[in-house]
């Protein structure tokens, strides 16, 4: 799953006008025009397809995580770690300030059972025994969770 599809269906699942895009971007500085925005929102061969990078993404879900929960009073300093599916996953539970149970919940919607062992495992350090990366499938069938969950008032 490409960047581009992580923030087309995300967009998607949460129901977010261009303008909301717009202004997520922008409280992490990232200015964008209407037409970058809607062409980092195409599909790979559809022209004006732009790529999404990781950095852009995580502009995004940064923005996200300020649009959802505020400002924080006493901003830690970034730390840069890649863009991985887990880190994804993660910026995406604190942005929606999900519990373990709030995250089962919305993968029994997608009709994709995980227990809680099992979702632990994707948050764990790397270097843990019991890691365990987030593939492509587990982060679709949470976006497609949360499509019903907030699209459809669940």
């Known amino acids: 799953m490409t960047k581009n599809d992580i923030l087309r269906r995300f967009r998607y699942a949460m129901n977010l006008s261009d303008e909301a895009m717009l202004h997520i971007f922008g409280l992490k500085g990232k200015k ?3 037409d970058e925005l809607l062409n980092l ?16 993404l995580e502009l995004f879900l940064d923005g996200f995580i300020l649009y959802k ?3 924080p009073k006493h901003p830690k300093p970034p730390v840069k770690v890649p863009l991985t599916n887990n880190v994804i996953l993660r910026k995406l539970k604190i942005a929606l300030n999900l519990k373990d149970s709030d995250m089962i ?33 587990f982060l679709r069938n949470f976006i497609n969770g949360c499509a019903v969950k907030y699209r459809q008032g669940l």
């Open 32 to 34: 964008l025009t209407r």
């Open 41 to 56: 929102l195409k599909k790979e061969g559809e022209e004006g397809y732009a790529y999404c990078s990781s950095d852009t």
């Open 69 to 71: 929960r505020g400002v």
């Open 105 to 137: 919940q919305i993968m029994a919607l997608a009709r994709f059972r995980v227990s809680k062992s099992e979702l632990n495992a994707l948050f764990r350090k790397e270097s843990h025994l019991n890691y365990k990366a987030c593939g492509d499938q």
